[in-house]
């Protein structure tokens, strides 16, 4: 049933047992919440339990354990007022996390807005990649691409204090947004750099990149599924196959990247063999892909060969791409 449908029905429910109000609420937690529930069931993609709680933990600022423990605590008009406008959003199609303004991702818990995509648990498998991947201690510099709401960088940051990590992001809200996440938590080992990609950064200067890039095809159907109507459509579709950032990328990577540096891109689930392909064309060497805890393959790893005749060779074959 479609939102808008399912507040028409419950305020006729409403309606026929006596209460006008528009659309009440029962009064106490555990009534609160199980209605609200089966509300959201009827979404599409919805994790309708752990919605409401959210929603409910949003308007009245108690916590789920609060919740657990006093089910027959009695609710304010003014909580269930603001309740009520949050989840009118939610049933509207409104993403939870723009409605929260907020978004667990790794062990933070980051400011979310409309400019920038909301982060993924699937993307925290690039997290994983880095982590197990690159060595802890030394002074690497890593850099995060199309970094929105700053993710990735503030988490490999937070894990990594010798690490420096630098974050790239093209929306100027975004890019903002990165910043005011990246100072919430304190990491001065991370910086937010607006830019397109990696078009400033000097060459032969970086240890690792990592990325979220826009993969779907412009006319994929999921753009109008779920939360995806609401996010930024450049932090989602990259042209007629989805693969032009991650096209890009990998052409400015072999100029910015020292010899032996380690990428890793997400990317769609059928995406594998294009992604790999990109990679092996651009000169990368121990190409990887990697599956997602959905089993679904999810990110493509690889890194540049060491110094010689075939990096030299490489460079000059994707010179005039790179720039």
Sequence with gaps: MRADKLLCAKQGCLEK???????????NIGAVLRETTELLAALPQASPYLEARLLLSAATGRTHTEFLARPE???????????????????????????????AFWTLDLRVTPATLIPRPETELLVELALARLPAK?????????SGSGAIAAALASERPAWTLLATEHNSEAARLADTNLRTYRLGNAHVIRC?????????SLDAIVGNPPYL????????????????????????????????LCAQATSRLRPTGFIALEHGYDQGPAARAIFEWHGFEDILTHRDLGDRERATTGRLPPPGPHSTLISSKVAASSR
């Design 17 to 27: 047992s006596g209460h006008t109000d528009d659309v009440q609420r029962p009064s």
């Design 73 to 103: 605590t009695e609710l304010s008009a003014t909580d269930l007022a603001h309740f009520d406008r949050l989840l009118r959003r939610r049933l509207a199609g409104e993403p939870i996390a723009y409605i929260r303004g907020r978004q």
């Design 138 to 146: 030394a002074p690497l510099r890593v850099l995060d691409a199309g």
């Design 196 to 204: 397109d990609w990696l078009q400033p950064i000097a060459r032969n």
């Design 217 to 248: 095809s412009a006319t994929d159907p999921h753009l109008g599924q779920g939360d995806l109507p609401w996010e930024p459509r450049p932090a989602l579709a990259a042209g007629p196959d989805g693969l032009d950032a991650i096209r890009t």
